[in-house]
Every structure is written in C-alpha cells, then in structure tokens.
C-alpha cells in the first residue's frame, strides 16, 4: 500500500520556522520526485517545491525561494520541508506528493498524503 504521511505542522509565530516532513512507503522512493503542495482556504492549490530522489534536482516556487529548503534523506524514504522566516501568507495545509517524473504539475502526481496544517500568526 501507497503511503505519504506528512508530519511537523503546527502554529508559529511571523518569523519563526518549522520543518515538515514526508515519510513515503509502499513504492520505489529512489525513482520518484517528492512533491510539496500548498492550498490556503479559498485558495487553488499551490506548488511549493520538489525534490527528485533520483538525481537529487530541486525547483522552488518564487514564492518561497531563499525561505524554505527542501532535502530527502533517501534511506528513511522521507523528505523534508524545512521552513523559515514564515510569513502570514505561507498559513495553508501542506501536503507532499509523489510523482515519478520531475515536475510541479499537480495532475501528473501519482500519490498524495493527507496534508499538514501549518498557521503563522502575525
């Protein structure tokens, strides 16, 4: 079975930081891209950034480039969303996603986990 459990949300403070993370079972960790999305109420869902457990490729969303580094550790299948400097705006559900090629289209993933709430307070 398919599994992505995101963990690590929580409520911080403007400024502050958090790190999530994304354990992923049940498929070939090494051969997909790890994907982290974002949908803030009202709003579309958004790509944050990705990660290819292959070779080791990142894309960042402008959004949080120089603010949030994401990085795998390949021999726990996990990925990590390491968040800093938080904005007001960065407050949504949070969720990794699997997908076998590198990309941040959300249609062409294949497996999702069930999101993580992350609020920053201003």
């Known amino acids: 079975e398919v599994q992505l459990v995101e963990s690590g949300g929580g409520l911080v403070q403007a400024g502050g930081s958090l790190r999530l993370s994304c354990a992923a079972s049940g498929f070939t960790f090494d051969d997909h891209t790890i994907g982290w999305f974002r949908q803030a109420p009202g709003k579309e869902r958004e790509g944050v950034g990705c990660i290819s457990s292959s070779d080791g490729s990142i894309y960042y969303a402008d959004s949080v480039k120089g603010r949030f580094t994401i990085y795998s550790d390949n021999a726990k299948n996990t990925v990590y969303l390491e968040m800093n400097n938080l904005k007001f705006e960065d407050t949504a559900v949070y969720y990794c996603?699997?997908?076998?090629?590198?990309?941040?289209?959300?249609?062409?993933?294949?497996?999702w986990g069930q999101g993580t709430q992350v609020t920053v307070s201003s």
């Open positions: 996603a699997g997908a076998s090629a590198l990309t941040m289209v959300p249609e062409q993933y294949d497996y």
